[in-house]
């Protein structure tokens, strides 16, 4: 089955600051508006991520480059952070690691901790390095890359064979290094903003070269794309999504968006999400005030132990987004036949997997009792096309929210600053 | 040097929401009066996290055990979840794992993918299972304990052996077993709630097998709970993080309260201060009235890349507390020599360290520039003295900040509803 919503806990038979038949009609008639602005600026080229077809030849350079790769590495790292890093860390909590393809690292910060721990643990010489920056000017990533580029050219190996690059097919400095030094790079669309690239080699290619199934994956987003074809708002998931957590924010002052996956591997597409949420919508909008929801990731069962208590019983200033599985793996079972506490004499006979889906529901149920929305988005699984479609979803989704907080999507004019102070305190002190 | 705040940014002088002179001379009166019934309270024995001279005892049998456990383990295996998991993660993360020490594993969720992949790749004859739960019937826990349970016996291998407890000195199903098995057990002190529990053997433990100073850990909390016996405002630095953060949200609508460690060894500090502030403080106050502030785990400089544009032009309903560390590495440096693109030439000669020292400094100022509030706290390292002082300063602070709200900051009657329904869940379906 495709990616679904449960909708009916945001509704006012289902809690008091829920939405009424008659706003529902309303609500639709705005969603077709939004629906149309966005295909009119999908149509003028705004919205790269969702034209994937033009991506098809450059992912099909990518799949290529991983099968036909100068050597076998045991070790691809990606330098990214940001929107260069939040998708491939999702694709990698998903599918894992397999024996046969090489260990996938995403250094996402410059804490010289880390890095120094993952430098003195890989085998340079088996080493691929996959360069990720839209710009091609990201400080933190460009400083990684120079303390490599530097151990590479003091070991007498070949930048070419162990680097690659991601970045703009024409502008920033990592593309004219690549032409320089003849490095391998492949293309963000400069349509596509960094938080909406997990689809362009950004994610593609340290997917591919982790063994995922990249074909897969895009024929979910596809298919999720042609759902969200339909203005009909009942119809569109990405659209009930975006209106109903828009209208939660701006009428019932839910500004807080928990998003809570019951399920470990699909535990990091939460952070990517926040970035997605926080960083499109937390924006100057259209009146020249501030606007945008606080993305909150959690993860279930674990945050019911500490999130729950304040969903519960805290400030009616949230609305909880459930991300479950439907087809857990039903075989790790609490043996019928083992001695256990009468407190969990009800856990005999079954798997972690219902323990797990069961309270993902329960904590709807008591949400609700409590008077606290909630939705649900159900994946079939955690496999290549559920997570296509999921991703997709939660991009469209984005755009669409901001046509109705009235801010642009695309862009973060809020960042800059922080940026050149930082260059600033370094150039000033003393070398 | 000793931890320390720097609250130069929350005051009337910085920003306009900030604290004026005036107000200050009034909130220095109020903590006075919050610190004397928190006394009030310590002595009346409420808060046993801050009798560490009653926990001695206790901690020195944990330390004998791990010295001379029944065999050199090559793994130690946490079972428990929220309280009972985010102590052992926030030290693992920050001291990591060294050579001649088990691997250190924590299992805090139930997700069976997640089991499954662990319990593949352990060798049982050489693992040992710390089972945490005070009260000795957390669901998850004991499930997965009743998994490992049926493989320990049906492999011929001993319990008592392979299996610790830590749970309560005398109440609960898992102190039943331990009695009736053979079990070793520690002690978790009645009046020491799970998320408080961190210096008890629910942290200690798994920290003397993962060969962390736990003396030094507890010397570090001793010297922070010395120090917060003041009445002083200025003087008493729990107070001080308590009484600000309050006074935020009360008084300035900040009620998001983001906590963003500039480091990836203190990154989990974050999740483990969300459980305390979020589970003690979202509540009922005493005029019956939802409190509580909302807690947002980040990480710099990663997040600056994710929810920097939220921070900066979104609402201003937040207050960002900074976590640095003194004495980064500084042995990361990009070669003077090395080419780089004219973006980054001021790195040159620049480590790591810095550059990540440099932007926690500029995202305070640029926010400031927004007119938005923070507070640095600032810990000389990573080691373990430090730590100690900072879990132990954060676990005072939610005292006091529970006095502020009128809130009870102890127990968390808001989930138990969510856990009955879950069980009547898995009752009723047909086995």
Same mark, same amino acid.
């Given at each position: ?32 508006? $939004? ?23 450059? #992912?099909?350079?990518?799949? *290529? ?11 691809? $790292? ?13 694709? &990698? ?10 260990? /996938? ?19 340079? !010489? ?30 007498? /190996? =070949? ?27 492949? !293309? ?6 960094? &938080?909406?690239? $997990?689809?362009?080699?950004?994610? #593609? ?7 995922? *199934?990249?074909?897969? +994956? ?11 074809? #339909?203005?009909? /708002? ?16 701006? &009428? ?13 591997? /699909? ?14 919508? %937390? ?36 609305? $909880? ?9 039903? !075989? ?6 083992? +001695?256990?506490? !009468? ?7 079954? =798997? ?23 939705? #649900? ?10 997570? %296509? ?38 150039? &000033?002190?003393?070398?």
């Amino acid at each position: 089955m495709p990616l679904r919503i449960d909708d009916a806990r945001m509704m006012a038979a289902s809690v008091p600051s829920g939405v009424s038949p008659t706003e529902w009609n309303d609500l639709a008639i705005r969603f077709g508006e $939004v629906h149309a602005a966005v295909a009119s600026d999908r149509s003028a080229g705004r919205y790269g991520f969702m034209e994937l077809d033009a991506q098809a030849a450059e #992912t099909k350079r990518v799949l *290529d480059y991983a099968a036909h790769a100068p050597m076998r590495y045991t070790d691809v $790292v990606v330098l990214g952070i940001g929107g260069s890093a939040l998708g491939a860390i999702a694709l &990698r909590s998903a599918f894992g690691a397999y024996d046969d393809t090489p260990r /996938l690292h995403v250094v996402d910060n410059v804490d010289p901790h880390t890095f120094k721990a993952l430098l003195a643990r890989l085998a340079f !010489d088996r080493t691929l390095w996959i360069v990720v920056s839209k710009s091609g000017a990201t400080v933190e990533t460009l400083a990684q890359y120079a303390i490599v580029r530097h151990v590479l050219v003091a070991g007498g /190996l =070949s930048i070419a064979r162990h680097v690659v690059f991601v970045t703009d097919p024409v502008a920033g400095p990592l593309r004219a290094i690549a032409l320089d030094e003849g490095i391998p790079a492949f !293309d963000v669309p400069p349509n596509v903003g960094g &938080r909406f690239s $997990v689809l362009t080699p950004v994610g #593609t290619l340290p997917a591919a070269f982790a063994g995922y *199934d990249v074909g897969a +994956i895009v024929a979910g987003a596809q298919a999720m794309l042609d759902r969200c074809n #339909t203005p009909a /708002l009942a119809d569109n998931p990405a659209g009930l999504l975006a209106t109903l957590l828009w209208r939660a924010h701006q &009428r019932a002052g839910q500004s807080t968006h928990v998003f809570m996956p019951y399920s470990d591997p /699909l535990r990091d597409v939460a952070p990517w999400f926040v970035q997605l949420w926080a960083e499109s919508l %937390g924006k100057t909008d259209a009146d020249g005030l501030p606007a945008g929801p606080t993305p909150l990731a959690a993860r279930g069962a674990t945050d019911q132990h500490s999130l729950l208590q304040l969903l519960m019983e805290g400030p009616a200033d949230k609305v $909880v987004c459930f991300l479950r599985v439907a087809n857990h793996a039903r !075989d790790l079972m609490v043996p019928k036949s083992e +001695i256990v506490p !009468d407190a969990v004499a009800f856990m005999r006979g079954r =798997s972690l997997g219902e323990l797990l889906d069961a309270e993902a529901g329960a904590t709807a149920r008591a949400l609700v009792s409590a008077g606290r929305p909630s939705l #649900t988005i159900t994946v079939d699984g955690v496999d290549a096309y559920s997570i %296509g479609e999921l991703l997709m979803f939660l991009m469209i989704a984005t755009v669409y929210a901001g046509a109705m907080y009235r801010v642009d999507p695309l862009g973060q004019p809020g960042v800059e600053l922080a940026k050149r102070l930082a260059r600033e305190a370094l150039e &000033r002190s003393t070398q």
